[in-house]
């Protein structure tokens, strides 16, 4: 049998930080993202009373004449 040279296994340690600039740009959109949506930034002190004014239609009702009915049941 031949000799075999030296096995070299790479565990992945000390590549680069690409994996941790991405998380860290992630991690600070959704931090500002979250105060934007929460008010901050001073966009959300506004007054507290909200007035609508809504025009509705006028509508006439005709006046309905209803007879008087007597209902009684069997147990009174």
């Given at each position: 049998m031949s000799d075999r040279g030296p096995t070299i296994i790479n565990t992945g340690r000390g590549g680069g930080g690409g994996g941790w600039a991405v998380a860290l740009v992630l991690a600070i959109v959704v931090i500002i993202g979250g105060v934007?949506?929460?008010?901050?930034?001073?966009?959300g002190g506004g007054a507290?009373?909200?007035n609508v004014t809504i025009d509705t239609p006028n509508v006439d009702v005709p006046d309905v004449d209803v007879p008087d009915v007597d209902v009684t049941t069997d147990g009174d």
């Amino acid at each position: 049998m031949s000799d075999r040279g030296p096995t070299i296994i790479n565990t992945g340690r000390g590549g680069g930080g690409g994996g941790w600039a991405v998380a860290l740009v992630l991690a600070i959109v959704v931090i500002i993202g979250g105060v934007w949506l929460l008010g901050g930034f001073g966009g959300g002190g506004g007054a507290d009373d909200v007035n609508v004014t809504i025009d509705t239609p006028n509508v006439d009702v005709p006046d309905v004449d209803v007879p008087d009915v007597d209902v009684t049941t069997d147990g009174d």
